[in-house]
């Protein structure tokens, strides 16, 4: 559910493949743990690649350019790179803005990130009024956001003037958030929202603006600030996780007949995801708190049972879902006595119910992965880890991932050393 962008950052739950959709979780919510990037080339490239796309998605504006210059920024707007790429070394400029137009997208096609950042550097400081200076500005706030520099990304964007970029306004809401300023959160998100129209983070806007709110404990603002957004055309894309925060919103208001009414329409969703187990915690907490009051029947409705035929012996026969894999032998009982020390696994949730975890390790094993969970202490709060594995080969735990994935079942790669 940047904000920034899911699985890149580490700030609360938010992770640049969600800088479009991060998830960010209130206080006292579980993390999940984010993928852990592989050496740090493959980490540069992703990043190139991150910041390249959010770039073809934010077009820049063509004042005051020449047909020439038009045409090949039409050229890369469209997504023909390479072909760009060859009209920006013919191009030969005669205005301070034509001169920030070749060196902003030299800048942005490179795929070094130091010589990337280098031509941002010279673009900002030789050319940081024109029109793609300032868009040098915003992706090098950008880029200091991707490696945790919250304060210099700060810097960068309080720099930028020009009116027509509004996209400002929602990273220096992402920032204040960052920085634990709510009220500056909540002042720029609305702005970004005033002014953008329907731009590119509208939804992270609003999402960031009800994190604020909760995070300030003003939850009839978070329900209110959810709702409008609920009223938009085509919002929200993530409809499960829109009700796992209206739901958490609303049973913290004191609403608890409306939460527990949210929850189950977001559980009814996809009752394999994490945000469904997310939900559970939330509902056995509420059953905590409430008793009886609160009806949990809808988390074990009855089901047809179906006579699974038995494999004969010698049989080729596979089981639907089953994947085709050779895996290292794990014990067999549910959960692990520790962690373990060394091997390569998919991580399939980190829950704060063990019994939660032990459905979800029965639900793995079902599909014929092999599957445990450990119990992991962290400052003073226990969390359950579900792991299947291990695999000898990345090729096999590939596999299990997309088996699981099929089944609604939300999963990484992890190598533990």
């Known amino acids: 559910m940047i904000i920034l962008p899911p699985e890149y950052t580490e700030y609360g739950d938010m992770t640049m493949s969600k800088l479009k959709h991060p998830i960010i979780t209130s206080a006292g919510e579980p993390n999940s743990s984010p993928r852990q990037n592989r050496n740090t080339r493959a980490h540069s490239f992703a990043r190139y690649l991150a910041v390249l796309l959010l770039l073809i998605c934010c077009p820049a504006l063509s004042s005051n350019l020449r047909k020439d210059f038009s045409d090949a920024e039409a050229q890369y707007q469209s997504g023909a790179i390479n072909e760009f790429a060859s009209l920006l070394l013919k191009l030969k400029p005669n205005s301070d803005t034509e001169r920030a137009f070749i060196l902003y997208y030299s800048a ?188 949990l029947g809808f988390l074990y409705e009855y089901t047809d049972l179906s006579i699974v035929r038995e494999i004969q012996q010698g049989s080729t026969e596979i089981r639907p879902g089953s994947p085709t894999q050779t895996t290292i032998p794990m014990p067999q009982e549910l959960k692990l006595l520790a962690k373990p020390t060394h091997g390569m696994y998919l991580q399939a949730g980190r829950l704060s119910h063990e019994q939660n975890t032990i459905r979800l390790v029965n639900q793995i094993r079902d599909l014929g992965i092999t599957s445990a969970y450990y119990e992991d202490k962290q400052n003073n709060k226990v969390t359950w880890v579900v792991l299947c594995g291990p695999f000898a080969q990345r090729v096999e735990a590939d596999n299990a991932r997309a088996v699981l994935i099929d089944n609604g079942i939300e999963c990484f790669v992890t190598i533990i050393k």
Request: hydrophobic share 35%; net charge negative; glycine share 6%.
């Open 108 to 295: 942005i096609i490179d795929k070094d990130t130091v010589d990337m950042t280098a031509k941002l550097d010279q673009l900002v400081k030789t050319l940081p009024q024109t029109y793609y200076g300032q868009l040098g500005l915003l992706l090098l706030a950008k880029n200091a956001i991707l490696d945790r520099k919250i304060t210099e990304a700060s810097t960068y964007l309080r720099k930028i003037t020009h009116a027509d970029i509004t996209e400002r306004l929602y990273w220096q809401a992402f920032c204040a958030y960052q920085d634990g300023e709510m009220n500056s959160t909540i002042t720029h998100a609305e702005n970004y929202l005033r002014l953008s129209g329907r731009g590119a983070y509208i939804e992270e806007a609003h999402y960031l603006i009800a994190e604020a709110y909760i995070r300030q404990r003003k939850y009839s603002s978070a329900v209110s600030t959810l709702n409008k957004f609920k009223a938009l055309d085509g919002y929200p894309t993530d409809q499960q996780y829109f009700h796992y925060k209206l739901g958490y919103s609303l049973e913290h208001q004191g609403s608890i007949e409306d939460a527990l009414h949210v929850y189950e329409q977001g559980y009814k969703i996809n009752k394999l995801s994490q945000l469904a187990y997310q939900i559970e915690d939330r509902l056995f907490e509420m059953r905590s708190r409430h008793g009886n009051a609160i009806d």
